[in-house]
């Protein structure tokens, strides 16, 4: 693994950032993504007219349904995952009913999510006029579309910690002894029941709490999807510095394109007969020659994207270095600072407002001076 404390080529970045998702060393080298990488994500899991309507709606900045946050979604999905797989093996008939439970309310919430996403209201057209104009400008997704997105939106990363589920009667006492801990928190006791409470074992004293992707395939998505947050990101900051990089790069095509890859390596490698891979990066994927020129390939795209999108950090940087100097030059000489935003005062918008209102004062003054010359034509 590269040394963190030394200055790490974009290579070397990815690479050190695959190994630590997988490995779940160390804090999250990637922040949480953003709903609109999510989505460019997700892209790689669908129909290529999906990912058209994505990009058009994306390009135009219109909305999709908001759930709060796509990563809950993703964190609801692996817990059914784990507790359909637990349930699939011999478990204690008690263990059976409080996943089973479990799995139902889960199954709830997913449903619930699902539905607001894809009915839209608000977000999506549903009068059939509406409906035709937005297919025509190409930015209208079906509502069975809409749920074949948001099931992909489940398969996105996520970085937060999954809540633990129980797979022995000894960590169901332990789940329900947390509960019970946190819900009588909440309740003023007397200090001698409040240290027995304090005193029941916690869940990470079970189990390591620690996120950890499963693959490298998984791993570089999340690493390409919190690259473009930086990009945009840096976009922000940098303003009209970065402008010109900005309208040249099209970066929610070049994340869906990696998406699509990713996507495609990480299906393969989980069919039968394929060799697991090992935690962290390797050149290697145990699918062949042929596919590992591929991944190659792969890699190299997210190396380009990520040394693409530091330049603009740098420039962006620099752009905020130069404002906040011209800034303390301006505080000095008691002048406005250049980059704060502009507040009118009342005597600006009432400039403002006589100003547009000079044409008609003009027309006055000269019809006044022809009316006086005819009546006076020597004066």
């Known amino acids: 693994m590269v040394d963190e404390r030394t200055p790490q080529t974009a290579r070397e970045g990815i690479v050190s950032d695959v190994d630590r998702m997988c490995r779940g060393v160390g804090a999250a080298p990637v922040a949480e993504l953003s709903d609109r990488a999510a989505l460019l994500v997700a892209c790689g899991l669908v129909e290529p007219r999906i990912v058209d309507v994505v990009l058009a709606r994306l390009h135009r900045n219109l909305p999709f349904p908001s759930v709060g946050g796509f990563h809950q979604v993703r964190i609801i999905e692996e817990q059914r995952h784990d507790l359909r797989r637990i349930l699939g093996t011999p478990v204690p008939s008690v263990l059976r009913v409080a996943l089973r439970t479990r799995l139902a309310d889960l199954d709830r919430k997913y449903l619930v999510l699902r539905t607001g996403f894809t009915r839209g209201a608000g977000v999506f057209a549903f009068r059939i006029k509406d409906i035709r104009v937005d297919r025509r400008r190409g930015v209208h997704l079906d509502t069975d579309d809409r749920g074949r997105l948001f099931d992909a939106l489940a398969s996105t990363p996520t970085m937060a910690p999954v809540p633990m589920v129980p797979r022995t009667i000894t960590e169901l006492g332990t789940v329900a002894a947390a509960y019970g801990q946190r819900e009588m928190g909440r309740v003023v006791l007397p200090h001698r029941v409040q240290a027995v409470v304090e005193s029941l074992p916690s869940l990470p004293r079970i189990r390591a709490d620690n996120r950890r992707l499963p693959e490298m395939y998984t791993a570089l998505l999340m690493e390409v999807g919190g690259l473009y947050d930086r990009l945009i990101r840096a976009y922000v ?132 001076r022809r009316l006086r010359g005819q009546i006076d034509p020597e004066r």
């Open 237 to 368: 900051r940098g303003g009209r510095s970065v402008e010109e990089i900005r309208l040249q790069f099209d970066a929610e095509t070049e994340v869906v394109g990696l998406a699509g890859d990713l996507c495609r390596l990480r299906e393969t490698a989980a069919t039968p007969g394929v060799p697991p891979a090992r935690d962290g990066f390797t050149t290697l994927t145990g699918m062949g020659a042929a596919i590992d020129e591929v991944w190659a390939e792969v890699v190299e795209r997210a190396v380009a994207f990520r040394e693409l999108v530091e330049s603009v950090e740098t420039r962006a940087d620099a752009a905020v270095s130069e404002a906040a100097r011209l800034d303390d030059i301006a505080r000095e000489h008691g002048v406005r600072p250049p980059s704060t935003v502009h507040a009118p005062s009342p005597a600006d918008l009432t400039a403002e407002h006589l100003a547009a209102r000079a044409g008609d004062r003009m027309l006055s003054t000269e019809a006044m």
